[in-house]
């Protein structure tokens, strides 16, 4: 099984943690949104983990139903532009910094059209092979579908600061791959692998925080 209740809840507690560990390394205020980045990305797993439970004995009931809603809102209308805002507000090198302006219009552009899909419905979550599938009212132009992965991705790709820069290959390469093996339940394992890949901002942070203490110290 590539999923279950168990992996969700799992991923939301590990993730959680370790957006508070990071929250706590923060020194400056434009690093906090990227810190809170696995905290987010805990909550988001511990909706689906809630739509496991619910999914088999209610699909079409109202907590199935709200659970489905915030779940596609997180993913398809949130991560687009919170990716990119994090990363920018926290990068130094300005034509760097251009990037990531062009990748976050791109990423409201995306949210904005993937937020009326969502609102418009209709809209479902169903078990498939061991795996959530969130559908809605027909298929997403390929364009939107390149148009999402370069707001989330490379603008972490495009950072001057090496963590961040492997938090977004990880996240890419993560997109081909569940592309690839996964495309039904694309959303959700896109989210997993995001979510997992996630420990690398603590490294980030924790690296940091020691550099400063010996630079400190020196």
């Known amino acids: 099984m590539c999923f279950s209740p168990a992996a969700s809840f799992s991923t939301a507690a590990l993730t959680?943690?370790?957006?508070?560990?990071?929250?706590?390394?923060?020194?400056?205020?434009?690093?906090?949104?990227?810190?809170?980045?696995?905290l987010l990305f805990g909550v988001q797993q511990a909706i689906e983990g809630g739509l496991w439970l619910v999914l088999p004995t209610a699909p079409?009931?109202?907590?199935?139903?709200?659970?489905t809603l915030i779940f596609l809102l997180f993913a398809q209308a949130f991560w687009p532009v919170y990716a990119p805002l994090?990363?920018?507000?926290?990068?130094?090198?300005?034509?760097?910094?251009?990037?990531m302006v062009l990748c976050l219009a791109t990423g409201v552009v995306t949210s904005g059209y993937l937020l009326w899909r969502v609102l418009a419905g209709?809209?479902?979550?169903?078990?498939?092979?061991?795996?959530?599938?969130?559908?809605?009212?027909?298929?997403?132009?390929?364009?939107?579908g390149v148009a999402y992965l370069a707001a989330t991705s490379l603008p972490l790709i495009a950072s001057s600061r090496r963590?961040?820069?492997?938090?977004?290959?990880?996240?890419?390469?993560?997109?081909?791959?569940?592309?690839?093996?996964?495309?039904?339940?694309?959303m959700s394992v896109w989210c997993f692998f995001a979510a997992a890949a996630s420990v690398v901002i603590l490294g980030h942070f924790e690296w940091a925080r020691r550099r400063s203490l010996q630079l400190a110290g020196a």
């Not at 943690?17 to 696995?38: F, Y």
């Not at 994090?86 to 990037?99: D, F, N, Q």
């Not at 209709?122 to 939107?144: F, W």
């Open 16 to 38: 959680g943690i370790i957006g508070l560990i990071s929250l706590s390394r923060v020194t400056q205020a434009r690093e906090r949104p990227l810190a809170a980045t696995p």
């Open 60 to 67: 079409h009931g109202p907590m199935a139903s709200a659970l």
């Open 163 to 186: 963590a961040i820069f492997v938090l977004g290959a990880i996240i890419l390469v993560g997109s081909v791959v569940a592309y690839a093996f996964y495309w039904e339940a694309f």
């Open 86 to 99: 994090a990363t920018l507000v926290m990068e130094p090198s300005e034509h760097r910094r251009r990037l």
């Open 122 to 144: 209709p809209r479902d979550a169903a078990i498939v092979n061991s795996c959530i599938v969130y559908r809605t009212e027909g298929s997403h132009p390929v364009l939107i």
